[in-house]
């Protein structure tokens, strides 16, 4: 494929057909097109409202607590100096956390889910539906919906819903119904399509609330647009709290939302370094990994066009990966274009590195990360030793760890 | 140009009856058997055939078809062998029109220029194309106009009186009338107001207007024949060879003839049904 010429401006997609260039679009039963326009006309109208503005804000600030905070972590880059010594490199870049675990629910996946509901609300929905897959989308789903007064249906793969027991009983508390989907490996692949089947029987009065930054236009915008708040407080607290612009961020890449929300506001900002961390799994080798980007071609999936790990007669592979939340086999459509127009890096990190990181940042931080985080820590274990002392990585935390602790006893070997 | 869908719609019509329109999924249980199923479709009274091509994720189907999907992948189905499918089928019948109905996934990857030439040589008529509305018609839709094979839409319920031009606009073959807002297999929505939703269609297309999702027995494929030029029916017919499938997917009796004697009766229906109207 040729390389499309390199844009004025990395900031201005989609198109008016909902394209990243040659991805994203609206490839969805006719019987759901008429919701996804209507959903558009309504996107519209609300992106530019101040009330609409407002009252988001109001919610983001009191009820999620935001903004979060840019923190400098300070154990983690002193450790990672002591490593550049002994490799007689003699340096190590300052690593900064955005930290999204602290918000309400624990995750970003609150920021996207406020500005839906929200959205969900002016339309006059009656109902919400979600795909999960490690649960967080599931549980700020769940919870904006009792906020809200909806009642909410999460479709959750049947695999994690055993794997992040934790999040489906909060869901159950917050009053959703969680929905056990057996289809394939049991994973978020199959819960989105379950999803999709719920909203093309109940479109009268449902609201599908997609987690990610993928699906038919216009979900891949306006989940950008929700999640951006994060990559536009980081960039102005870096430049508060440093005088400067980050060298390197770095963010993991399922889906892709919490990575598009940090990146998207810096596209344009040639000086930064950006990179997405794909889920590898156990290598990109075989089949047990999620590294869409690295190891897929370009198809078409639950409404869009974006990279696919399939196989040559375009039937899509489940994939795998320790982390419930990148265990997807494809990617928001303005990642694969990000990795196209060659502004985004995106490289694999495995799961063995992602658990190493895991304990790392709990044992030197004091924080336990969500086990998709952890993958962006590892890329930056892996590279900061090898940067300069004045230099700058900020990492996006998208969410706390305490649903993984399951998944990471069970694979060092002890019992809860 | 005119392709053996619209020679068969025209005789039917001038027949004054609706067309049996049967779907099936190629490579369920596995290639043999599914071909065994597609040459006793005509024999038993179908009138069309719609041929499923199985998808790892058909976000539109229900339990019925998402199965057999998965049986015929897991048999070995391919896209590639669905086309040899059907041009084994063309051998031996140059009359029954093939609609290829599937998602754009498998054609997307096996190129979509090479893709209508395979399907021209094998005999192919028409296609449905699930995920691929209006809005994505430079994708596959106009290629395939331009090819000479039909591209019949779908159109819904939540598909009003604004949006159904832009459905109808590069549609050909026929119109296919989704009965209700689902997934396939699911219970047939209230008659009366399929009937009148096929009149609403009627009001802005010439086109034949066939319909599907829920028809089951042949009491209902006369009823849905009533009005409309087409009765699709799919689930029921996977279903019957999903019922002579033992719990390792052996066969426990033959599923073409399972699936023949369904087939006979939906075609008394509908063979019945302009009788009924006239009544």
Redesign the interface.
């Known amino acids: 494929m040729n390389k499309p010429a390199i844009p004025n401006s990395f900031r201005t997609g989609p198109d008016e057909?909902g394209m990243f260039g040659i991805f994203g679009?609206?490839?969805?039963?006719?019987?759901?097109?008429?919701?996804i326009l209507d959903l558009e006309r309504h996107w519209n109208e609300v992106k530019d409202d101040p009330d609409f503005k407002a009252e988001l804000t109001d919610l983001s600030t009191h009820y999620a607590g935001r903004p979060s905070k840019l923190y400098f972590a300070e154990g983690l880059t002193r450790h990672l100096r002591e490593v550049s010594s002994a490799k007689g490199l003699g340096g190590g870049a300052k690593v900064y956390f955005k930290r999204e675990d602290l918000n309400h629910t624990g995750s970003h996946k609150i920021n996207n889910c406020l500005g839906q509901i929200l959205l969900a609300k002016r339309m006059g929905k009656k109902r919400i539906i979600a795909e999960t897959g490690a649960g967080q989308h599931g549980v700020a789903s769940a919870t904006v919906a009792a906020r809200f007064g909806f009642p909410c249906v999460v479709y959750m793969g049947a695999t994690d819903v055993a794997r992040q027991s934790p999040n489906v009983f909060r869901m159950k508390l917050l009053g959703a119904e969680v929905r056990p989907v057996t289809?394939?490996h049991g994973t978020l692949?199959d819960a989105m399509?379950e999803a999709?089947?719920d909203w093309?029987?109940?479109?009268?009065d449902t609201y599908y609330l997609i987690g990610t930054a993928a699906g038919p236009h216009p979900y891949p915008e306006l989940v950008r647009d929700f999640q951006s708040v994060i990559g536009i407080e980081a960039r102005a607290q870096i430049l508060e709290q440093e005088g400067r612009l980050p060298d390197t961020i770095i963010a993991a890449v399922g889906g892709g939302s919490n990575a598009i929300g940090l990146f998207h506001p810096f596209l344009d900002d040639r000086s930064v370094k950006i990179i997405g961390i794909e889920a590898g799994g156990r290598g990109l080798d075989g089949i047990e990994h999620c590294a869409s980007m690295n190891a897929g071609?370009p198809?078409?999936?639950?409404?869009n066009?974006t990279y696919?790990l399939?196989n040559?007669?375009?039937?899509?592979m489940d994939g795998h990966s320790i982390s419930a939340g990148l265990d997807y086999p494809g990617v928001g459509p303005e990642h694969s274009w990000l990795r196209d127009s060659g502004r985004v890096d995106y490289v694999p990190i495995l799961d063995d590195e992602a658990l190493e990181a895991f304990q790392l940042t709990t044992r030197v931080e004091g924080i336990i990360p969500a086990l998709e985080s952890a993958h962006a820590i590892a890329h930056a274990v892996k590279i900061v030793p090898a940067m300069d002392k004045d230099q700058i990585v900020i990492v996006n935390l998208s969410g706390r760890g305490d649903k993984d602790v399951h998944t990471v006893a069970n694979m060092l070997g002890m019992e809860i | 140009m005119t392709t053996r869908i619209d020679r068969r719609m025209a005789k039917l019509k001038a027949e004054g009856r609706p067309a049996l329109v049967t779907y099936f999924m190629s490579g369920d249980p596995d290639y043999d058997i599914a071909l065994s199923i597609m040459k006793a479709l005509p024999k038993a009274g179908a009138d069309i055939i719609e041929m499923g091509m199985p998808?790892?994720?058909?976000?539109?189907d229900?339990p019925a078809i998402?199965a057999a999907g998965l049986r015929a992948?897991k048999g070995g189905q391919?896209?590639?062998k669905t086309l040899k499918m059907a041009s084994e089928f063309r051998a031996a019948d140059d009359e029954t029109p093939i609609v290829l109905m599937g998602?754009?996934?498998?054609?997307?990857?096996?190129g979509v220029d090479r893709f209508l030439t395979d399907a021209l040589a094998s005999g192919i008529d028409g296609l449905i194309v699930?995920?691929?509305?209006?809005?994505?018609d430079e994708e596959l839709c106009i290629p395939a106009l331009k090819a000479g094979i039909n591209f019949i839409?779908?159109?819904?319920?939540?598909?009003?009186d604004k949006?159904l031009p832009k459905?109808l606009q590069n549609t050909s073959g026929f119109v296919y009338y989704?009965s209700m807002?689902?997934?396939t297999g699911?219970a047939l929505a209230d008659t009366g107001k399929v009937a009148a939703a096929v009149r609403r269609i009627k009001g802005h297309t010439d086109l034949p207007v066939c319909v599907g999702f829920g028809v089951k027995t042949a009491e209902q494929a006369r009823i849905i024949g009533a009005s409309a030029d087409g009765v699709v029916v799919g689930t029921a017919i996977v279903n019957a060879v999903a019922n002579v499938l033992g719990p390792k997917g052996e066969k426990t009796a033959d599923p073409a003839e399972a699936v023949a004697t369904l087939v006979s009766g939906l075609s008394q229906g509908v063979r019945a049904a302009r009788l009924a109207a006239a009544e």
């Open positions: 057909q679009g609206r490839f969805v039963a006719e019987t759901l097109m008429p919701l289809a394939g692949k399509n999709l089947r093309v029987t109940n479109v009268e071609a198809g078409v999936l639950h409404g066009r696919l399939q040559a007669d375009g039937q899509i | 998808f790892s994720d058909p976000m539109a229900g998402q992948l391919t896209l590639v998602y754009y996934n498998p054609i997307y990857i096996h699930v995920d691929l509305p209006p809005e994505m839409r779908l159109a819904t319920p939540t598909t009003d949006r459905v989704v807002t689902g997934i699911s």
